[in-house]
Structures are given as structure tokens and as C-alpha cells.
């Protein structure tokens, strides 16, 4: 069975979850049309809220929905955050808040939840970059840990942030834990040299290309 998804704060539904064939979603334009969209039936059910910002009284309009119906999980997708609203989810993780930048992750998060993973709101916007990046086995002292032939290669990002990136290389030459030094041109037109490390790796046998997720260290 489909899991169904209820989508309100948006004049239409994403297309990256009208592409997912395993989730049936409704458009409900109406928030307070919710409780009588999502029926009495027990079985799973995705709220995603899309706000350009989230504030207390949001949290406790959706905190009541999410308590008061069986099955319902919250999803909210944010531009910004009030500074309140930042100070709580450090101590409440009843919801999943993903910022805006990350709503093309929506499918995936929604089967990771399914699947019984936590979800967390990362601290850093996570920001598109259209131009490529190049990586190199790094410098620094700690570069040791980087293992056999490990050449210059072009990859491409997924997201960036201020801390961190995730990006794709067209071979399996990197582990977790080794260290690169990433070098891309910005938004600005400045070019951009960061040393980081692979805190996780996977292979894409659908794209034939190797996933990273690099955490900044240093910045030049």
C-alpha cells in the first residue's frame, strides 16, 4: 500500500514526490481542512508543511494535529527559522524541519523516517552550486590517512554549505576518513580552496558514480 502525503502551504505538489510511484499525495490548500483529509484509518500518514518561516505558533498547531491523530508525522519545510523556534527543536525532535534547500531530498527523508531512522535539522543551510568541483588527496599533516592512488578529479555537487558538501565523483577513490582538498569557483566568481574529510561514501550503481559527504576543515 502507498503511503499518502498530505501537502499544504504550496499551490501545487513537488514534482519530486509526484515522481515517487510509493506515495499517494493530496494538495490540501485549507491547513484547518487537515484533521477531516486524514480520517480515522491507522495507517501511515506524511504531513508536509511548507512555510517560509517557522514560528512557535505553528509548533503548536501542528504539535496537537500530530498528538491527536494516530500515525501522523509532521514534516516542515522552511526557508527560516525564529530564533525561538531554534532554541526548541535543540530539545524537541517530535517533527522533521528540513530547510527549503533540501526539498528535493523530500522522498528519501520520507522512506528514511519510514524506515525508522531520525531524522535532525542540519544547523547550516544546505545551498544548490551549479559548477563543478575539483578534489585532490589533501596536504595537511592528517593526509595520511588517504590510501593508495588517489589523482585530481572533477566532481559534481549535490548541496553545499557553509561546513560541509555532499558531491559525486565518476570513480570509487575515496573511503570515509580520508582527507581532500576541494577547490570550486563560488557564486562570486572567487575561487575557493577547502581542505575537509569524507565523513561517509556510497556508490551510485544506477548513476556509476561515488557519493561523498565531506565536512570542512579549513578554508582559503
Known amino acids: 500500500m502507498n503511503t499518502q502525503v498530505f501537502i499544504t502551504g504550496q499551490s501545487r505538489i513537488p514534482m519530486t514526490l509526484k515522481k515517487d510511484p510509493t506515495l499517494t499525495c493530496t494538495l490540501i490548500e485549507n491547513p484547518y481542512d487537515l484533521r477531516s483529509a486524514l480520517g480515522s484509518d491507522e495507517s501511515d500518514k506524511i504531513v508536509v508543511v511548507f512555510l517560509p518561516f517557522l514560528e512557535v505558533r505553528h509548533f503548536d498547531l501542528y504539535s496537537f494535529l500530530q498528538k491527536s491523530i494516530k500515525n ?36 528519501k527523508d520520507i522512506h528514511a523516517y519510514l524506515d525508522g531512522r531520525q531524522l535532525e535539522l542540519r544547523q547550516d543551510k544546505r545551498e544548490t552550486q551549479d559548477t563543478r568541483a575539483m578534489l585532490s588527496p589533501s596536504m595537511l599533516p592528517l593526509g595520511v590517512e ?34 581532500i582538498n576541494l577547490t570550486y569557483q563560488n557564486k562570486q566568481g572567487e575561487y575557493v580552496s577547502v581542505e575537509g574529510q569524507v565523513r561517509w561514501s556510497k556508490w551510485n550503481e544506477t548513476e556509476q558514480s561515488q557519493e561523498l559527504g565531506v565536512q570542512f576543515l579549513t578554508q582559503a
Open 146 to 179: 588517504n590510501r593508495g592512488f588517489q589523482p585530481i578529479l572533477g566532481g559534481s555537487f549535490e548541496n553545499i554549505s557553509l561546513n560541509g558538501s555532499c558531491l559525486k565523483i565518476k570513480a570509487p577513490f575515496y573511503t570515509k576518513k580520508d582527507f
Open 72 to 107: 501522523v508525522k509532521i514534516f516542515f519545510v522552511v526557508n527560516e527559522l525564529s530564533s525561538n523556534m531554534k532554541i526548541r527543536l535543540k530539545h524537541n525532535n517530535d517533527f522533521v524541519v528540513l530547510w527549503k534547500t533540501e526539498e528535493n531530498n523530500l522522498p
